[in-house]
């Protein structure tokens, strides 16, 4: 009785079936997981995607704004132009009064009134997403 254990049976060393079911299922894991890791990848981009758009559209509707206002004449003599518009009553309008006029004309066409309707989509949009992203 060296070591031995009489009638017990030994263990097989080299078995290839189970190699392949290894192999097989190391395979199909890894697959899994990458499909998983795409998902992970598309969703994230499609999440940014989305967020730079409308980060796009407040930054353009910021410029817009800006330049709504500012006179077309070079600046050394853009005061001038600022004098002949205060003598004629027509001084600079924030935009809250523009889209008051927007409404009280019902001329929904012109820039102005477009950038308001702009700005409105986005912010329900924007608010959407924050609200989505809390839950």
Same mark, same amino acid.
């Given at each position: ?8 049976t030994?263990?097989?060393?080299n078995e ?8 097989l299922?190391?395979?199909? =894991? ?6 998983? @890791?795409i998902a992970i990848?598309? /969703? %994230?981009?499609e ?6 758009d ?27 132009a600022?004098?002949v518009?205060v ?7 924030? =935009? ?6 927007? @409404?009280?004309?019902?001329d929904? /066409? %012109? ?8 700005e ?6 924007l ?9």
């Amino acid at each position: 009785m060296n070591g031995t254990i009489t009638g017990a049976t030994v263990c097989p060393q080299n078995e290839w079936l189970a190699l392949v079911l290894l192999v097989l299922y190391l395979t199909i =894991t890894v697959l899994i997981l990458l499909n998983l @890791l795409i998902a992970i990848f598309s /969703n %994230t981009y499609e999440m940014v995607n989305m967020e730079s758009d409308l980060l796009w559209k407040f930054q353009r509707h910021r410029v817009v704004t800006d330049y709504i206002d500012k006179s077309v004449i070079p600046h050394p003599l853009a005061w001038i132009a600022y004098f002949v518009r205060v003598m004629r009553g027509k001084s600079s309008r924030t =935009t809250a009064d523009k889209s008051a006029l927007c @409404l009280l004309r019902s001329d929904l /066409n %012109t820039p102005v009134c477009r950038l308001e309707s702009l700005e409105a989509g986005s912010m329900q949009e924007l608010i959407k997403l924050s609200t989505d992203a809390t839950n």
